[in-house]
């Protein structure tokens, strides 16, 4: 018999998982801790200054907006929502409990007024609507929550006026400052 020159071969040990000790664990748990925590107050860090750049910060209002005193105010639409008792059907006997003045309009503005930096505090009074043949005009209803509105934060609502009908070039201001120009229903002619 020829015997081989090769070495025998070795069948390599067949190793387990070894167990890990539990300091060796506790280490693995608090590094990942360690790199979540990071990772979060970098998104955190990175969200704050995403939030604070741009032209809110620098005093300038969003796109459709307008400074005012405290914050920033947009009207929605302008509408003539006086009711027209006469024309509803059995309700032409009675007397209409809120008439609009001869040679008048009521005109409800919707709006909403939002806080920047600071609680944001306003009456019905602080809003007029001013134009040519009118001149200052306070609203004769306010449906725009309770005169609060917190940092941050916004609120909706519609202020009415009445206005004669031949004044032009209306718009709603604040406190004499921020105003906006009113554009009025289409179809609708204040003439």
């Known amino acids: 018999m020829a015997r081989s020159?090769?070495?025998?071969?070795?069948?390599?040990?067949?190793?387990?998982?070894e167990p890990v000790?539990?300091?060796?664990r506790r280490?693995?748990?608090?590094?990942?801790?360690?790199v979540g925590a990071a990772a979060m107050l970098l998104a955190g860090l990175w969200g704050v200054h995403a939030n604070r750049s741009g032209d809110?910060?620098?005093?300038?209002a969003p796109a459709g907006w307008v400074s005012v005193p405290g914050g920033w105010m947009t009207v929605r639409e302008v509408s003539n929502r006086a009711v027209n008792h006469k024309?509803?059907?059995g309700m032409q006997t009675m007397p209409d409990p809120d008439?609009?003045?001869?040679?008048y309009v009521r005109l409800t503005v919707d709006l909403s007024?939002?806080?920047?930096?600071?609680?944001?505090?306003?009456?019905p009074h602080d809003f007029t609507v001013e134009g040519t043949g009118v001149g200052t005009v306070r609203p004769h209803a306010a449906h725009l929550g309770d005169g609060v509105v917190p940092a941050g934060t916004q609120v909706a609502g519609d202020l009415t006026f009445e206005v004669p009908k031949k004044a032009t070039q209306l718009s709603l201001d604040?406190?004499?400052?921020?105003?906006?120009?009113l554009e009025l229903p289409a179809g609708h002619h204040l003439h």
Do not use: C, H, K, N
């Open 21 to 24: 000790s539990p300091a060796r």
């Open 87 to 89: 024309s509803m059907p």
């Open 5 to 17: 020159l090769d070495r025998p071969r070795v069948r390599a040990q067949e190793r387990g998982l």
């Open 174 to 181: 604040f406190r004499g400052d921020g105003s906006v120009p």
């Open 56 to 60: 809110q910060q620098a005093g300038a």
């Open 99 to 103: 008439p609009v003045p001869a040679g």
């Open 113 to 123: 007024l939002a806080a920047r930096d600071g609680t944001l505090r306003w009456e």
């Open 27 to 34: 280490l693995v748990v608090a590094a990942a801790a360690i």
